[in-house]
T-cell receptor
Framework: GQNIDQPTEMTATEGAIVQINCTYQTSGFNGLFWYQQHAGEAPTFLSYNVLDGLEEKGRFSSFLSRSKGYSYLLLKELQMKDSASYLC???????????FGGGTRLMVKP | ETGVTQSPTHLIKTRGQQVTLRCSSQSGHNTVSWYQQALGQGPQFIFQ???????GRGNFPPRFSGLQFPNYSSELNVNALELDDSALYLC?????????????FGPGTRLTVL
């Protein structure tokens, strides 16, 4: 089975940097995904990691350590519109199932 | 690359009834997944279809069933509705080409069971 853990809530200040951690315990692994979900909307894809290391995409970066079962999403130069839930998800070996964590609700304050 | 649509947007049913939710994904997206998302929680995988065959299933009872059609549309059927089935139901398709590792979500159907 898969178990994904991430903090429930985080608060940060506009213009700052925030790191959202995700740990996972899985029976199989074929990639880790981060999604952003604004209230009342569908999740939107942010990043994908399958090898160890850092993937950078604009203000967002995602890191993966497979040996530690650990990932983080780094958001730089925070903007008010970044207030949303951030979902960590792991894909199984067969590539047929995404298991999501409970999501981290990020509140960005002025 | 977007284009996943779902209908209806909202639905109210009573316990014991049956419901069919619909999804239409982009041409060429052969794999569609369905998720249930309770309020304040992450999406829970229900099942996945590839070329009209179910090829993955989460921990949901058989009263949750699905179909995928050749025209890239799909259905989620839920029989004998229970109060706990109240949730947002999301349909998602895996992209192709450069977006092979991106899953595109539809806006969801909000189901309320009374």
């Amino acid at each position: 089975g898969q178990n994904i853990d991430q903090p429930t809530e985080m608060t940060a200040t506009e213009g700052a940097i925030v790191q959202i951690n995700c740990t996972y315990q899985t029976s199989g692994f074929n990639g880790l995904f981060w999604y952003q979900q604004h209230a009342g909307e569908a999740p939107t894809f942010l990043s994908y990691n399958v090898l160890d290391g850092l993937e950078e995409k604009g203000r967002f970066s995602s890191f993966l350590s497979r040996s530690k079962g650990y990932s983080y999403l780094l958001l730089k130069e925070l903007q008010m519109k970044d207030s949303a839930s951030y979902l960590c998800a792991v894909r199984d070996n067969a590539g047929n199932m995404l298991t999501f964590g409970g999501g981290t609700r990020l509140m960005v304050k002025p | 690359e977007t284009g996943v649509t779902q209908s209806p947007t909202h639905l109210i049913k009573t316990r014991g009834q049956q419901v069919t939710l619909r999804c239409s994904s982009q041409s060429g997206h052969n794999t569609v997944s369905w998720y249930q998302q309770a309020l304040g929680q992450g999406p829970q995988f229900i099942f996945q279809y590839y070329r009209e065959e179910e090829n993955g299933r989460g921990n949901f009872p058989p009263r949750f069933s699905g179909l995928q059609f050749p025209n890239y549309s799909s259905e989620l059927n839920v029989n004998a509705l229970e109060l706990d089935d109240s949730a947002l139901y999301l349909c998602a398709s895996w992209g192709g080409g450069e977006t092979y590792n991106e899953q595109f979500f539809g806006p969801g159907t909000r189901l309320t069971v009374l």
